[in-house]
């Protein structure tokens, strides 16, 4: 599978984005996806994601505020994130792994990240 996000930008404090991550050779249904920030003392932290059961787990900080959907019509992951806050400014990735009869394994595929910044 490749992935691509799309769509960050720049929005003030309070503001809405939709970044899409469009999914191709493959199915986005056969993968474990979520999306992911950097931060300083990890590589990356999990922000939100599909578990291998299809539910929703979100990050303390964003609960409330960020919706994360799976589209197969699409084949793309969607992360609506409203009531934006400088300290969610961050290059945002959507990644993916095997899943498997509730079971997500194997290594993450990563696209190549979309910029999100918010200015207060």
């Known amino acids: 599978v490749r992935l691509r996000e799309s769509r960050g930008g720049v929005v003030t404090s309070g503001g809405s984005l939709t970044p899409p991550c469009t999914a191709s050779g493959d199915s986005v249904d056969n993968f474990c996806m979520g999306w992911f920030r950097p931060i300083p003392w990890k590589e990356r932290e999990r922000v939100a994601n599909i578990d291998g059961d299809g539910r929703?787990?979100?990050?303390?900080s964003v609960k409330g505020r960020f919706t994360i959907s799976q589209d197969h019509a699409e084949n793309a992951l969607y992360f609506q994130m409203s009531r934006l806050v400088p300290e969610d400014t961050a290059m945002y990735y959507c990644?993916?792994?095997?899943?498997?009869?509730?079971?997500?394994?194997?290594?993450?595929?990563w696209g190549q990240g979309t910029q999100v910044t918010v200015s207060s």
């Open positions: 929703p787990l979100y990050r303390e």
């Open positions: 990644a993916g792994r095997r899943r498997s009869g509730g079971d997500c394994f194997g290594e993450y595929v």
